[in-house]
């Protein structure tokens, strides 16, 4: 069965700095996407980033870009230029592709960042 | 454009008792996810509907819990009866296809006491 980790309950970040959110994953498949959800407080959860297994080249997004190392199976998130905005809950997840025949989401269990001015 | 629509956004009820909660998904979405979203976890995909088929509801305790997708647009999640253990966020969330990005609700927030 997949599993996703989030080994990190909580960070911190200076505002302006830089900061990686760590994620873990174990399939026996070999195509899948992963993302990275941001849920503020008390707002709806919004995708931040999105990776497709088969592609090499790490998924980057203004700010957020990722580390995709698919033999370790390790997917971090880097915040760069963190801003107060960026404070939220972080979870990673992972979603078998279409031709696997069924889908599942899973995710892990989150890592609040806390962004301090 | 509109986004995923829930409702209620809080819910306070007695365990053994029922409740429903409804989800409108953003027009033109085929796709529907209900999640379960217990205080620090991450959410748990409780059934997922392409048009008003179910794709996946293996993670659904269907003894107590059900949900319909009537004419492939909103849908209706209930719980009959709750127990404390259902206390949690429900959310739904919508795409546009089996591949399309997810967008979420609010969310309705349940507790059983």
């Known amino acids: 069965a997949q599993t996703v980790t989030q080994s990190q309950p909580e960070m911190s970040v200076q505002e302006a700095e830089t900061v990686t959110l760590s994620c873990t994953y174990d399939?026996?498949?070999?195509?899948?996407?992963l993302f990275w959800y941001k849920q503020p407080p008390s707002r709806q959860m919004i995708l931040v980033i999105r990776q497709e297994a088969y592609k090499q080249q790490n998924a980057t997004e203004n700010r957020f870009s990722v580390n995709f190392q698919k033999a370790a199976k390790s997917f971090s998130l880097k915040i760069s230029d963190s801003q107060l905005g960026d404070a939220a809950m972080y979870f990673c997840a992972y979603r078998s592709r279409f031709t696997s025949g069924t889908y599942k989401y899973i995710f892990g269990t989150g890592t609040r960042l806390k962004v301090l001015a | 454009e509109a986004g995923v629509a829930q409702s209620p956004r809080y819910k306070i009820i007695e365990k053994r008792q029922s409740v429903a909660f409804w989800c409108n998904p953003i027009s033109g979405h085929a796709t529907l996810y209900w999640y379960q979203q217990i205080l620090g976890q991450g959410p748990k995909l409780l059934i997922q509907?392409?048009?008003?088929?179910?794709?996946?509801d293996s993670q659904l305790p269907k003894d107590r819990f059900s949900a319909e997708r009537l004419k492939g647009v909103d849908s209706t999640l209930k719980i009959q009866p709750a127990k404390l253990e259902d206390s949690a966020v429900y959310l739904c969330a919508s795409s546009l296809g089996l591949v399309g990005e997810q967008y979420f609700g609010p969310g309705t927030r349940l507790t059983v006491t």
């Open positions: 399939t026996s498949e070999s195509d899948y996407y």
């Open positions: 509907f392409q048009n008003n088929g179910v794709v996946d």
